[in-house]
């Protein structure tokens, strides 16, 4: 089975802190994705990467920047935490072996509040 | 432009009652359709996917969708609700030769004992 795995469940931090948000997955997959997940507005993405050092900009970057030195491990930066960061952040991987119709596949998010 | 709407934001049904979510795509590209379930401070967990052939694909838990090309549809169907069902579900498209997938907003679910 895939396991996607995030750092922290639950992650509580200041305003103007740098806040880092980890993600690792076990099953070689190329491309990764960060989302962070607000009511009512579903899934948008921040972040995605295709492949080791290669990462493109997803629907709402600002705020945020990425980091994917190994295969499988993606990292979300908020370089100064403010207050209208907080939700919850969901990391997926996909692999690329058969192409586009390849489901991603979730860790189970990090709910991240700065105060 | 693409995009994907789950024009119920929540439904209620009582335990064993079928159930109908509805999903709407606007893709240029023939999509790849999928269903996801988030349960309660959960991730997402897949329940099925489309990208060709028989139009109504059977999923995990007792779930299952029909591709619509005509009305541009993927509705998500069981025919009795257990009350584990209780979750938020999300339709999503993806397409050949893009990374990025849409998601719609999410349809809650609430069953009633």
């Known amino acids: 089975d895939v396991k996607v795995t995030q750092s922290s469940r639950y992650l509580v931090k200041r305003t103007g802190e740098k806040v880092f948000l980890e993600c690792v997955q076990d099953m070689d997959h190329e491309n990764m994705f960060w989302y962070r997940q607000d009511p009512g507005l579903g899934l948008r993405l921040i972040y995605f990467?295709?492949?080791?050092?290669?990462?493109e900009k997803g629907d709402i970057p600002e705020g945020y920047s990425v980091s994917r030195e190994k295969k499988e491990r993606f990292s979300l930066i908020l370089e100064s935490a403010s207050t209208n960061q907080t939700s919850m952040y969901l990391c997926a991987s996909r692999g690329t072996s058969g192409g586009s119709y390849n489901e991603q596949f979730f860790g189970p998010g990090t709910r991240l509040t700065v105060l | 432009a693409q995009s994907v709407t789950q024009p119920d934001i929540h439904i209620t049904v009582s335990e064993g009652a079928s159930l109908e979510l509805r999903c709407n795509y606007s893709y240029g590209a023939t999509p790849y359709l999928f269903w996801y379930v988030q349960s309660p401070g959960q991730g997402l967990q897949l329940l099925l996917k489309y990208f060709s052939g028989d139009t109504l694909v059977q999923g995990i838990k007792g779930f299952e969708a029909e591709f619509k090309r005509s009305q541009s549809s993927f509705n998500l169907r069981k025919p009795s609700v257990h009350w584990s069902d209780a979750a938020e579900y999300f339709c999503a498209v993806g397409a050949t030769g893009t990374y990025k997938y849409i998601f719609g907003t999410g349809t809650r679910l609430k069953v009633l004992a």
């Open positions: 990467s295709y492949d080791v050092k290669m990462k």
